[in-house]
């Protein structure tokens, strides 16, 4: 999954931290058993070097059948004295073992190679808490999506209607290679709302999620650039399962920031990566702002939802002032 490289480091720290904890707190716990009992570290040392012995009499040669059996009879024995001395101390082997929050991995992150669900999970709990950090993820979900705003049975409404099915629909298939979608539309008709409320079910799924104004890609594109900042920033508008764009045509012109989500967009394009663009600019806006090859990818490539009605924020202020 493309997800943020801080996204993924942080999961992955998370882990290291359980790992460590787990076999930090068994020494702990071996150390203490040892202090109390001196004999269990000698027959645990000896049930070490009789292994070894095993398999140097195999390596040496001679009566490696008749060695065999010796050590083994000597390591049953040995086995049996430290069971019996833990025991005695009321503990069992499983006391003194690491006890990782995932067994199946160890807190490793991985099983023969293959991402383990825990660290899957670690990933998409991460970037939610990242997210929310400093957007109200939780607030903007599909289901307190109102259309209470829009008049029933009028051109908004109607239109509204479908353009929350829609988004609901792209959310709910969402795969790796979904199609990309701009949001158009005046300031204050819910394209925020409802492209946080994909990005909730999205990272729900299990999907890399990179959210954020154009303003907020601008400037840090910009600080990179003269080095104020380290490398990162196109990585993560590139490499991300779904990247949302929100408010394009609201950042500071600069042409080197124009070039750079051209190449974004396209380099998301080519690789069947969707994308998610609200803007307030038309089509024609779009072209005299980036471009022709800007407006052109995104008028032949994503699918446009219209955003109608008055400022909904307009709205709910009149009403909390009327209450």
């Known amino acids: 999954m493309g997800y943020d490289k801080k996204v993924s480091d942080a999961a992955r720290a998370e882990l290291e931290r359980r790992r460590l904890l787990a076999e930090t707190t068994a020494s702990a ?87 383990c669900q825990c660290l899957k999970q670690l990933r998409r709990a991460e970037a939610y808490q990242q997210l929310s950090s400093d957007l109200p993820l939780e607030k903007c979900r599909f289901d307190n999506f109102l259309l209470d705003y829009y008049q029933p049975g009028s051109r908004a409404y109607t239109q509204m209607e479908g353009v929350l099915r829609a988004c609901r629909k792209f959310a709910q298939n969402f795969r790796a290679d979904s199609p990309s979608i701009l949001f158009k539309g005046g300031t204050g008709l819910g394209k925020t709302h409802l492209s946080l409320a994909i990005a909730n079910v999205v990272i729900e799924k299990g999907f890399g999620v990179v959210y954020g104004s154009t303003q907020s890609f601008a400037v840090a594109l910009e600080r990179e650039r003269f080095g104020r900042e380290g490398a990162g920033t196109f990585q993560q508008l590139t490499g991300c399962d779904l990247l949302i764009l929100d408010d394009l045509g609201a950042e500071f012109p600069s042409q080197y920031v124009n070039a750079m989500l051209y190449d974004a967009v396209n380099a998301r394009m080519l690789g069947d990566r969707p994308t998610v663009i609200s803007t307030n600019l038309s089509m024609k806006e779009l072209e005299d702002r980036y471009g022709e090859r800007f407006a052109s990818r995104v008028a032949g490539y994503y699918g446009k939802l219209e955003f109608h009605g008055a400022d909904v924020r307009v709205q709910q202020q009149r009403r909390r002032m009327g209450q």
Do not use: H, I
Not at 30 to 57: D, L
Not at 72 to 101: I, N
């Open 29 to 115: 716990n071996q150390e203490r058993f040892f202090a109390q009992c001196p004999r269990a570290r000698e027959v645990r040392s000896q049930m070490a070097s009789n292994a070894a012995g095993a398999a140097k009499a195999v390596v040496l040669g001679g009566s490696v059948r008749e060695e065999l059996e010796k050590r083994k009879a000597k390591g049953l024995a040995l086995s049996r004295e430290y069971e019996e001395l833990l025991a005695s101390a009321g503990l069992s082997r499983e006391d003194l073992e690491p006890r990782y929050a995932c067994p199946d991995c160890k807190d490793t992150g991985y099983v023969n190679g293959r991402m």
